[in-house]
């Protein structure tokens, strides 16, 4: 094993979610190899950090009593008083929303790439088993109905061969810890894992494009459904990929 399949993995080994043939490998590289032995604890601090919520502050209860100790005690002040008063409590405010504004955004992009790990790693372990289909059709008659009882919905599945990207057949994967469904095509030797889900809302969502681990991620999101497209294909190609499965969709 080389350090770009295991930092693929570490995330699956950290959350328990690798067989223990694969596990074994992965923990034997990260004791052979300094650098990914230093990735694997910088991940797992920073768990700990976010688990124990060391970023919460709670302000003393004696904090506005010893303010205001140390504030003028003369009439002739006790506007200016207030307003200083005023005017922290006011500061303190807006710094407490600027703080828990800017811990959510950062909450928020480390799930995001925690997500996308998972996801290079199924589309990883896909290439490496003979798992990479459960149903193996390039009908997508056979492959769509495949899923029903499978999942809570079956996935669109659109066959794109006379656009040169040929429907392997499918499987159902797992990405943070639910199931999803897997279309597997192919273009040219190259394998793209498209992954599908249900999204929390009907509207769409822009598509972005992320290299990770040597891999090209194009994620988007329309018609209620979360999509992941994933190869080692170029960006360019993958987008059209993307494009050409979406234009599908709207037919």
């Known amino acids: 094993m080389n350090c770009d399949e295991a930092q693929v993995l570490l995330h699956a080994l950290i959350d328990g979610e690798l067989d223990a043939g694969n596990a074994r490998e992965v923990e034997a590289h990260v004791a ?4 990914c ?5 910088d991940v797992q601090d920073l768990r700990k950090a976010i688990d124990s919520r060391a970023l919460q502050f709670t302000a003393p209860r004696g904090l506005r009593r010893n303010i205001e100790g140390k504030l ?10 207030r307003a200083i008063l005023k005017g922290f409590a006011l500061g303190a405010t807006a710094t407490a929303l600027a703080a828990s504004g800017l ?3 950062v909450t928020r992009e480390i799930e995001q790439r925690r997500v996308l790990d998972e996801i290079v790693s ?6 490496q088993s003979d798992r990479l289909t459960d149903v193996v059709s390039s009908d997508q008659h056979t492959v769509k109905p495949w899923f029903n009882g499978r999942l809570a919905a079956s996935p669109p ?3 794109l061969t006379a656009q040169g990207f040929t429907l392997l057949g499918a499987r159902i994967d797992y990405v943070d810890a639910r199931p999803v469904a897997a279309i597997v095509y192919r273009r040219r030797v190259h394998i793209i894992n498209l992954f599908c889900e249900p999204a929390s809302s009907q509207a769409e969502t822009a598509a972005s494009m992320q290299s990770l681990h040597g891999f ?3 994620s988007w999101g329309e018609k209620g459904i979360h999509l992941w497209a994933v190869s080692d294909i170029n960006p360019d190609e993958l987008s059209e990929f993307g494009e050409k499965f979406a234009a599908g969709l709207s037919q």
Request: glycine letters at 0%; hydrophobic letters at 50%.
């Open 122 to 127: 199924a589309h990883l372990r896909s290439l």
């Open 103 to 105: 811990l959510l955004m």
């Open 72 to 81: 003028p005690a003369s009439p002739a002040t006790a506007a200016n008083r």
């Open 37 to 41: 032995a230093a990735t694997l604890s």
């Open 157 to 159: 599945v659109i066959d």
């Open 32 to 35: 052979a190899c300094p650098k």
């Open 216 to 218: 090209n991620v194009r």
